[in-house]
């Protein structure tokens, strides 16, 4: 029988390309009864006809909901996402409906930790400002506006996972000393790539660079609040590369606009794209990116490769590498 998949068309770039370079789908020539196509349109929420129309999707932006998967006549069995952060998928309903949901952890990894380091650097350097002098004709003002060393500072990572631990083998040779909060993480291998695991108070409050790199669940949204975000330094940068809500927005630009910490830098946001009036906009001692930081042609190319190469395996009736939801095959 023919396995026939669908792929999100959020992931063609404005001609009508994929944005992750056509190499990647050589993947499906895999299996020569697979059939593929683009979906009929974009969707901000995958509608139930989806559902009933392919075995498997590949999606970006488009969320899964339990309504997306409630059609009687549903033939879905398995939803591929084109990245590592999965809140855009209601997972329990997949896992009630036997649908397997896979993710593409490994790949996104280096390019994310990549653009840490690219917002990192940038805040210590103060760019945002020194960009501006050169513009405006501040050329003078230049010895105003020193940076901050790095090596006798403090790095501190909100989440120790994949994301995190790459981000902490480049960085090191940068910083004096690097903490991570994460509940989940093994202190033993926190400790052997350089780092010590500590309470996330302790993170908040001893960092010079503080980056959320965790994922989003009901544990983490607005982890980092009006509360936590007191205990920053003055002197203290905030990145976020993880997702908007790990942040409570209206609190960082409150401390932001009264100058309680020296600086944020930001690739996600509550709500994407922000809105016209977002007062992040206008604030000067930001550096702000489209939830696009990390994307790079080699990063499209391994997401997209991963993430379709889990369809193929799945209607070859093998595994997938990177399952979200490995209960789901005891209902298969």
Same mark, same amino acid.
């Given at each position: 029988?023919?396995?026939?998949?669908?792929?999100?068309?959020?992931?063609?770039?404005?001609?009508?390309?994929?944005?992750?370079?056509?190499?990647?789908?050589?993947?499906?020539?895999?299996?020569?009864?697979? &059939?593929?196509?683009?979906?009929? *349109?974009?969707?901000?929420?995958? $509608?139930?006809?989806?559902? +009933?129309?392919?075995?498997?999707?590949?999606? @970006?932006?488009?969320? #899964?909901?339990? @309504?997306?998967? #409630?059609?009687?006549?549903?033939?879905?069995?398995?939803?591929?996402?084109?990245?590592?952060?999965?809140?855009?998928?209601?997972?329990?309903? !997949? @896992?009630?409906?036997?649908?397997?949901?896979?993710?593409?952890?490994?790949?996104?990894?280096?390019?994310?930790?990549? +653009?840490?380091?690219?917002?990192?650097?940038?805040?210590? @350097?103060?760019?945002?400002?020194?960009?501006?002098?050169?513009?405006?004709?501040?050329?003078?003002?230049?010895?105003?506006?020193?940076?901050?060393?790095?090596?006798?500072?403090?790095?501190?990572?909100?989440?120790?996972?994949?994301?995190? &631990?790459?981000?902490?083998?480049?960085?090191?040779? %940068?910083?004096?000393?690097?903490?991570?909060?994460?509940?989940?993480?093994?202190?033993? =291998?926190?400790?052997?790539?350089?780092?010590?695991?500590?309470?996330? *108070?302790?993170?908040?409050?001893?960092?010079?660079?503080?980056? !959320? !790199? !965790?994922?989003?669940?009901?544990?983490?949204?607005?982890?980092?609040? +009006?509360?936590?975000?007191?205990?920053? /330094?003055?002197?203290?940068?905030?990145?976020?590369?993880?997702?908007?809500?790990?942040?409570?927005?209206?609190?960082?630009?409150?401390?932001?606009?009264?100058?309680?910490?020296?600086?944020?830098?930001?690739?996600?946001?509550? &709500?994407?794209?922000?809105?016209?009036?977002?007062?992040?906009?206008?604030? &000067?001692?930001?550096?702000?990116? $489209?939830?696009?930081?990390?994307?790079?042609? *080699?990063?499209? =190319?391994?997401?997209?490769?991963?993430?379709?190469?889990?369809? #193929?395996? %799945?209607?070859?009736? /093998?595994?997938?590498?990177?399952?979200?939801? $490995?209960?789901?095959?005891? /209902?298969?």
């Amino acid at each position: 029988m023919t396995f026939k998949i669908g792929i999100s068309r959020d992931v063609l770039d404005e001609n009508g390309e994929p944005s992750f370079g056509r190499a990647a789908l050589a993947v499906l020539d895999q299996n020569p009864t697979l &059939q593929w196509e683009y979906l009929p *349109e974009r969707f901000a929420e995958l $509608p139930p006809a989806i559902s +009933a129309t392919y075995d498997g999707v590949y999606i @970006s932006v488009a969320k #899964v909901t339990r @309504s997306s998967l #409630v059609r009687p006549d549903r033939r879905l069995k398995i939803v591929a996402r084109h990245g590592v952060g999965y809140d855009s998928v209601d997972v329990a309903a !997949c @896992s009630e409906f036997g649908i397997v949901l896979t993710n593409t952890p490994l790949a996104v990894r280096r390019p994310m930790a990549v +653009a840490t380091l690219t917002l990192i650097f940038a805040l210590a @350097s103060r760019l945002f400002i020194k960009d501006r002098l050169v513009r405006e004709g501040r050329w003078n003002e230049r010895t105003s506006h020193m940076g901050t060393g790095l090596r006798m500072r403090t790095l501190g990572l909100v989440g120790g996972g994949g994301i995190g &631990q790459e981000i902490m083998m480049l960085a090191k040779p %940068f910083f004096g000393r690097m903490i991570v909060a994460d509940p989940h993480a093994n202190a033993q =291998h926190i400790a052997s790539l350089g780092g010590g695991l500590t309470s996330l *108070e302790a993170v908040m409050a001893e960092s010079d660079v503080v980056v !959320c !790199c !965790c994922l989003l669940n009901d544990e983490t949204r607005h982890l980092i609040n +009006a509360e936590r975000l007191a205990l920053m /330094k003055a002197t203290a940068y905030l990145v976020n590369v993880a997702r908007g809500p790990v942040v409570d927005e209206p609190a960082l630009i409150d401390a932001l606009i009264g100058k309680r910490i020296a600086g944020a830098g930001l690739d996600v946001f509550e &709500q994407e794209p922000i809105a016209a009036d977002n007062p992040l906009k206008a604030l &000067q001692n930001t550096i702000l990116a $489209p939830h696009a930081l990390g994307w790079t042609d *080699e990063c499209f =190319h391994d997401i997209a490769s991963t993430g379709l190469q889990s369809l #193929v395996d %799945f209607s070859l009736g /093998k595994r997938p590498a990177h399952v979200v939801n $490995p209960e789901v095959y005891g /209902k298969l």
